[in-house]
């Protein structure tokens, strides 16, 4: 690996680098490929955002359907659920209910903000499903919510609309075509394992999409809105597949 694919954060982030870099091509293919030099590092970054943009594209294609993510046993559930983000947990961020409003905007009817209380006043979906993090592991977990196509049709989302876009209180954002937002498995987890969402795991809520790798499962939304012109993501914008799913 040369020094600018290691410096680089803005095209890989931290430990999930080597894994990034093991589902796409070697460095020299790349070049075979592309004829670009690799210490030109916009042009080795242009063309893997083409290549990253062509897999969404493709994979959107294939996949974009309504095709159920297994799902488990109650005895399949793991009882010490691994806590992943971009810092640890002790520093994630402390939302309270009295305080907490989910707000939402773009092409959305009824733009008024959420009470806890209010979305935990919803009808619940659970779930048993397996996440599977890009950085090397997977777990099965319960979890327990609105399914986020109702709330979008409550609210009058316009569900024509390409992409929903989140936002979290700890900086982190991402976003989703629509057909993955209307897919029946696709959760505002406000429950794990039959309790109340714990902070560290997103509270008050997580988007749960089973379908999707774990980096596309926002957790600690403050922020939910409905768009036309692509949101991009946290990783997404370092490099990962946009899609990363089915
Ligand atoms: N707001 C926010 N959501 C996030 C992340 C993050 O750093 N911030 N990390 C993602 C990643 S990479 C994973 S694997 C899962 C981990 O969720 P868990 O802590 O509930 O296991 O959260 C995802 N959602
Ligand atoms: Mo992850």
């Not at 999930?16 to 093991?22: M, T």
């Not at 242009?46 to 046993?73: C, I, K």
């Amino acid at each position: 690996m040369t020094g600018f694919m290691r410096d680089d954060p803005r095209l890989v982030g931290g430990v999930e680098r080597r894994v990034f870099l093991r589902q796409t091509l070697s460095l020299g293919a790349l070049t075979l490929l592309t004829g670009c030099d690799i210490s030109d590092q916009g042009g080795v970054q242009r063309v893997l955002r083409a290549m990253s943009a062509w897999n969404d594209r493709a994979q959107s294609l294939l996949f974009g359907g309504q095709r159920l993510a297994p799902t488990y046993r109650e005895q399949d559930v793991v009882r010490d659920f691994r806590y992943n983000a971009f810092f640890p947990a002790a520093a994630s961020p402390k939302l309270s209910a009295a305080e907490y409003r989910l707000e939402l905007s773009g092409l959305i009817a009824d733009k008024r903000a959420w009470s806890v209380a209010e979305l935990h006043a919803l009808p619940r979906e659970t779930q048993i499903t397996r996440h599977v993090c890009v950085e090397g592991w997977s777990m099965i977990g319960k979890w327990g919510g609105p399914r986020l196509g109702d709330f979008l049709r409550r609210v009058g989302a316009d569900l024509s609309a390409k992409y929903v876009g989140f936002e979290c209180a700890d900086g982190y954002y991402g976003s989703i075509d629509m057909p993955t937002a209307l897919h029946p498995q696709t959760v505002m987890a406000v429950t794990f394992a039959d309790q109340t969402l714990p902070t560290a795991y997103g509270y008050p809520f997580k988007i749960r999409i089973p379908t999707k790798l774990g980096f596309k499962n926002p957790k600690w939304v403050r922020l939910i809105y409905v768009t036309n012109r692509y949101p991009g993501g946290f990783w997404e914008d370092r490099g990962y597949n946009w899609f990363s799913g089915s």
